[in-house]
């Protein structure tokens, strides 16, 4: 028998075909996107704009607390006195919309103006040596207890009943009520107090500068162990059950079913077909805990005394530092909202509903 020859259009015909599929995944990316980006533009403005009220919502007058405080530290410039009423009003100070114009550009220039608890720096360094290190803590930290809870969680959901999921579900249970403060107190006396095994306070030794320093490094990562144990124990055990109750409600689908009466191995089941679409809402839900997170570590950083955001955010309380806390405030803010906006993008990419969705 003869060959059946194909025309050369209807050969190329697959290949348009995954062009045209691949330029409309493009498109339809890059609308849901534009979205997101708009959505968190309007997100950070309102956090900027709620930023400025405050200090001029609070009883009394912030402004003249600031500049007496600043008096008995130092002398007072004009410009000075000209740069708190722009950032904390006061009653000698200019229009609310003059100011609000005037603050937005301080914003854009990084000017939050002086801190009072490090007098006379600028609270932009101030924020800028914290900001490093609760970054790499939280970061760090963060990711090995959402990847580890959702690891347990898939094996422990897997077979609900069993063994693990018995010992491993009633024991994240009592830790997840457990307070960060709390935690952190006990493995600060049981590490550190009692079997000296960590240090008590601090970032690294102070004898040591902060560089690429093998010794400084060493330190520093020495120092960060149980600030980043608290905040893996009592941040993972959330993740974990999250995880579990979805792995137990996803394996008993019928795809699920079908892929094992397939024949298919249950490690591949279990990554490929019950993990991978238990995990989408997991992924959505770190994105919302993230602001938790990120306010059980600042106390962790008091706790353990970490020279992170934490304990710059306790310095300015203690000393009614108004410039130091606000701009703190925003930091956290805008922190938090950008890392919403990487998972809110990686969600898009991880599950195509959102996708068919936007199109």
């Not at 939050?112 to 803590?137: E, M, N, Q």
């Not at 493995?187 to 690429?212: E, I, K, N, Q, T």
């Not at 991978?276 to 106390?299: K, T």
């Not at 803010?333 to 998972?343: D, I, K, R």
Request: glycine content about 8%; hydrophobic content about 50%.
């Amino acid at each position: 028998m003869g060959g059946v020859t194909l025309s050369p259009a209807v050969s190329k015909a697959p290949a348009a075909v995954r062009r045209t599929s691949r330029s409309a995944v493009r498109r339809i990316w890059g609308s849901v996107l534009l979205k997101r980006i708009a959505f968190y533009l309007v997100a950070a403005w309102a956090a900027a704009t709620l930023n400025f009220l405050l200090p001029r919502l609070m009883p009394g007058d912030p402004a003249s607390a600031i500049l007496l405080k600043m008096s008995e530290l130092g002398p007072v410039t004009p410009d000075r006195v000209q740069l708190v009423h722009r950032l904390f009003g006061g009653a000698h100070s200019e229009p609310l919309w003059r100011q609000y114009f005037s603050y937005l550009g301080g914003l854009f220039h990084g000017d939050f103006g002086l801190s009072l608890a490090f007098y006379p720096t600028p609270v932009s360094t101030v924020v800028r040596s914290g900001f490093l290190w609760s970054v790499l803590l939280l970061g760090v930290s963060t990711v090995i207890a959402f990847v580890l809870g959702t690891v347990l969680g898939a094996l422990a959901g897997r077979r609900p009943g069993g063994w693990l999921d018995t010992v491993i579900s009633p024991l994240s249970i009592f830790v997840h009520s457990l307070p960060y403060f709390w935690a952190a107190l006990i493995l600060v006396y049981v590490f550190a107090f009692r079997l000296d095994w960590f240090p008590l306070s601090g970032g690294a030794r102070p004898d040591l500068a902060p560089g690429f320093d093998p010794r400084f490094i060493s330190s520093a990562v020495t120092h960060a162990l149980l600030p980043a144990a608290t905040i893996v124990l009592t941040s993972i055990s959330g993740w974990l059950i999250h995880m579990r109750n979805m792995m137990a409600s996803v394996v008993n689908e019928d795809y699920v079913l079908l892929a094992r009466a397939k024949g298919l191995s249950e490690t591949r089941v279990t990554t490929a077909y019950a993990a991978r679409n238990a995990v989408l809402p997991s992924v959505s839900s770190f994105a919302v805990s993230i602001g938790l997170v990120v306010g059980g570590s600042l106390l962790t950083e008091m706790v353990f005394n970490y020279p992170g955001l934490g304990s710059l955010l306790n310095q300015a309380i203690l000393n009614l530092d108004y410039p130091l806390m606000q701009a703190l405030f925003l930091v956290i803010s805008m922190t938090v909202l950008v890392a919403n906006f990487v998972m809110d993008c990686l969600y898009v990419l991880l599950d195509p509903r959102t996708r068919e969705a936007a199109s």
